[in-house]
């Protein structure tokens, strides 16, 4: 089953993605999403220049082989370019390796290991007030998990926060805006917020909170430990996980779960975390980790140390991406929960797929392979946008961690 065509389509309907399109001898093509938010062409190129002309004539059923050689063959290891190229690849690979066996991908990752994936949505709000309106509009829609961030009072703009009745989304066409940052205010306000929505909503809620990386380890100690009561499933990306051995510190500070990973891109990057216990959810994704293939290695370094995947699932993915993850959180046994944000209605058409939403939960379908196609005709009237993620600037406009 050799490789006889690669192709690269980047198209921005609604936002920029990076799709690659592999097609073998049999006629048979594969997905895989490339989309690296903010840095999109970085990848194509990579993609156009220095892999796809080493695709040809390679067999497509190697994907183990094919993955070792993008990896190991080009020397530079590792980086979020690289490592999104790779991830389209494999993706691509095994979606082709599924179609070509009439069967949908998780059949060949073990098969199911539970009926359907529980995902979480992302309710938010300007104050109060209307998060806990946002909140009860997904427990209205039939979420088990949710999400809450909220506007901070005192500043002008706030990390989560949809404007206008928008689903929220962190690339803005044009040049990156700058965002306030406070986290005196941030810290005295969000156990407040929480305090709300438990009282408004019980105790049986699901209730997840992304401190986006802009705590220190011992602030984010106190702000999980304030968290205690309100029994949150995981606080998120507490503080940059460069500095590993700073959630040493936390752990040692409060017991609220935490949650880490979008920005990993291999398993090194999270082996001290999982094998010391720091975290409790890795959030490595099918796109920016390496594909299916290095994504299942680090399921299952965590599952040795009792560490659950929550793989990101925001809509700065494509729909190809959400489409592989979903085969597999269904198949790989320490699975969490699977971050879920609809993408636009542009964005399904230009991305047919065979997912679905049903009370809370999510199935990839069964249709041959991933379940996802592209209209490449439709993507061509969606040309690329230049789009970033904001910066934050501290009151006193010392740049901080976004």
């Known amino acids: 089953m050799k490789i006889t065509d690669a192709k690269v389509i980047?198209?921005?309907?609604g936002r920029n993605f990076v799709t690659l399109k592999i097609t073998t001898e049999d006629g048979i093509y594969g997905l895989g999403d490339a989309t690296l938010n903010g840095r999109e062409l970085s990848v194509a190129s990579y993609l156009s220049d220095h892999v796809v002309p080493l695709l040809i004539g390679r067999d497509a059923r190697r994907i183990e082989d094919i993955w070792q050689y993008f990896y190991k063959g080009a020397y530079w290891r590792r980086g979020p370019v690289t490592m999104s190229a790779i991830a389209a690849v494999d993706v691509a690979l095994w979606d082709i390796q599924a179609k070509s066996l009439n069967t949908p991908l998780y059949q060949l990752l073990g098969g199911r290991s539970r009926e359907a994936v529980l995902v979480y949505g992302h309710a938010s709000g300007e104050d109060v007030e209307k998060t806990l309106g946002s909140f009860g509009h997904f427990v209205s829609l039939g979420y088990k998990a949710i999400r809450a961030q909220c506007g901070i009072p005192g500043l002008s703009s706030t990390y989560g926060i949809g404007h206008g009745g928008a689903v929220y989304e962190p690339a803005e066409k044009g040049l990156p805006p700058e965002n306030q940052w406070s986290t005196e205010h941030y810290m005295r306000f969000i156990p407040q917020l929480f305090a709300a929505l438990r009282k408004?909503?019980?105790?049986e809620i699901h209730m997840l909170h992304d401190a986006h990386h802009k705590l220190t380890p011992i602030e984010a100690g106190r702000v999980g430990k304030d968290l205690e009561p309100h029994r949150l499933f995981w606080m998120e990306d507490p503080t940059p996980a460069e500095l590993q051995e700073g959630f040493r510190i936390i752990r040692h500070h409060t017991t609220t779960p935490i949650a880490v990973g979008e920005v990993f891109n291999s398993i090194f990057d999270c082996q001290h975390l999982i094998q010391e216990q720091l975290v409790?959810?890795?959030?490595?994704?099918v796109v920016?980790?390496?594909?299916?293939?290095?994504?299942r290695k680090i399921a299952n370094l965590a599952e040795l140390y009792q560490v659950r995947t929550g793989?990101?699932?925001a809509t700065d993915l494509s729909p190809v991406c959400m489409g592989a993850a979903l085969h597999f959180d269904l198949s790989v046994h320490n699975f969490g929960v699977q971050e879920y944000m609809p993408h636009t209605a542009e964005t399904d058409k230009v991305f047919p797929h065979a997912y679905s939403f049903?009370?809370?939960?999510?199935?990839?379908g069964d249709r041959p392979g991933i379940?996802?196609?592209i209209d490449e005709k439709l993507a061509a009237q969606y040309p690329y946008e230049r789009a970033y993620l904001p910066v934050n600037r501290k009151l006193d406009g010392t740049l901080h961690s976004w």
């Open 311 to 313: 793989c990101h699932g």
């Open 280 to 285: 409790d959810y890795i959030r490595t994704t």
């Open 10 to 13: 980047v198209c921005s309907p």
């Open 371 to 373: 379940g996802v196609d």
């Open 358 to 364: 049903k009370d809370g939960f999510m199935h990839p």
């Open 288 to 295: 920016h980790a390496g594909g299916i293939t290095h994504l």
């Open 200 to 203: 408004e909503f019980g105790p």
